[in-house]
């Protein structure tokens, strides 16, 4: 356990590390092109698969089978946060003009974006269920939630506000 604690703290010090990368855009930020997000993105995918093989348990056989899943798992994860990620630069394109029609359409489309990460995790669940325990698999889901939530709480300590 901690082993998981280490790492968790080093995907956090990262994350914090880079943190001007999401941050809406003013006068004094530093320009950040989309290749360096992507490069950021990589690093935290990889940090996180290294914390699931440190703390998650797998036999050999398990391990074959779980790690192609696994991946998957992220490829469409991966998608949803592009999506995440257009919301955030659209949301620091607009923070000093934005509208009530553009607040109410970016609230709404992060809700969505919410909501299809429960329904990809619903989905995933009956499937990594089939290579793992039960156990095993709520490990696993319980280790890749934290994960996200650690993100969204470095996400929502440096997006500011919206502005009345």
């Known amino acids: 356990m901690k082993k998981s604690v280490i790492v968790i703290l080093i995907l956090a010090g990262f994350i914090l590390a880079n943190k001007r990368v999401l941050s809406a855009q003013d006068s004094t930020s530093p320009t950040v092109s989309d290749q360096d997000v992507q490069l950021l993105r990589k690093d935290v995918r990889s940090q996180k698969k290294q914390l699931i093989a440190a703390n998650l348990p797998l036999t050999d056989a398990e391990a074959v089978k779980f790690w192609p899943l696994y991946d998957q798992y992220t490829a469409e994860t991966t998608k949803i946060n592009d999506t995440r990620f257009a919301l955030i630069k659209e949301y620091a394109a607009n923070y000093s003009s934005l509208t009530d029609a553009q607040a109410e ?9 919410d909501e299809s990460f429960v329904q990809l995790r619903l989905k995933y669940v009956p499937i990594f269920q089939k290579v793992l ?8 889901f319980q280790m890749d939630k934290r994960v996200a939530l650690l993100i969204d709480l470095q996400l929502a300590s440096i997006i500011p506000i919206v502005q009345p």
């Open 133 to 140: 325990s039960g156990k095993k698999t709520a490990m696993f």
């Open 105 to 113: 359409s970016l609230i709404t489309r992060s809700i969505g974006v």
